[in-house]
């Protein structure tokens, strides 16, 4: 079955620095990819989608990068900022291959930016 | 303003009892689905509907029954036979329609605490 890992810890940034986050994926080779943004309490934002043919993908101070090869996406977060502090969540369409089938969830990476 | 919304926010229920939490949208999407997020944990697809009056399980479904008698409205019930209903309970839509790259839009969310 599907497996999506992000690193589970939190991950601590300077602001102004850039974030990278990863996310790795097995046993499946999904048509795409998508990111979103949660803070607490609260339900996901999307942020971006890539698709399977797409090398990286560019919206504003996100970018987001997907190696089929690797079984890999990049998340990169430019000049971050403590409002970008969230728990960042990536997905893959389900096994099923349907786009209306709904969404596989890794667990997040809760991304820190101090001042 | 289109959205999803979620009710209640917060949910109190006594073990053994039934309760059905609602999702209403107005962003006319075709596909609703109900997502079910524990702490450290991915969410995880409960149940989904791509089209009114039809539906499908998802990847944890036991203990959990829906409808979808309208296009904008997605309850889903909690029974007493779910061991562990105590959850964060997410509702989401999206487009579908026949395209396999859509975004999913979420509601706020019902934290549901069993007693």
């Known amino acids: 079955s599907q497996k999506i890992e992000q690193n589970s810890e939190a991950l601590n940034i300077q602001e102004g620095k850039t974030a990278t986050l990863t996310c790795n994926y097995t046993n499946y080779s999904p048509a795409y990819l998508q990111w979103y943004r949660q803070d607490p309490g609260r339900g996901p934002v999307f942020l971006l989608l890539?698709?399977?043919?797409?090398k990286e993908k560019r919206k504003e101070r996100l970018k987001v990068t997907f190696d089929t090869t690797l079984k890999q996406s990049l998340f990169h977060i430019t000049a971050s900022q403590p409002a970008d502090s969230a728990t960042y969540l990536c997905?893959?369409?389900?096994?099923?291959?349907?786009?209306?089938?709904?969404?596989?969830f890794g667990k997040g990476t809760h991304l820190i930016i101090q001042p | 303003d289109g959205g999803i919304t979620q009710s209640p926010k917060y949910l109190f229920r006594k073990e053994g009892q039934n309760v059905t939490l609602s999702c209403e949208q107005n962003?006319?999407?075709?596909?609703m689905y109900w997502y079910r997020q524990d702490p450290g944990q991915g969410l995880r697809l409960i149940y989904y509907?791509?089209?009114?009056?039809?539906?499908q399980k998802g990847d944890i479904a036991e203990g959990y029954s829906v409808s979808r008698e309208k296009k904008e409205s997605f309850p889903l019930t909690v029974t007493s036979a779910q061991k562990n209903p105590t959850a964060f309970y997410l509702c989401a839509s999206s487009i579908s329609s026949g395209s396999r790259y859509n975004e999913q839009f979420f509601g706020p969310g019902t934290r549901l605490t069993v007693l």
């Open positions: 509907s791509q089209i009114v009056n039809d539906f």
């Open positions: 962003l006319n999407h075709d596909a």
């Open positions: 890539i698709r399977e043919n797409e």
């Open positions: 997905a893959l369409e389900r096994e099923s291959g349907g786009g209306a089938d709904g969404l596989t």
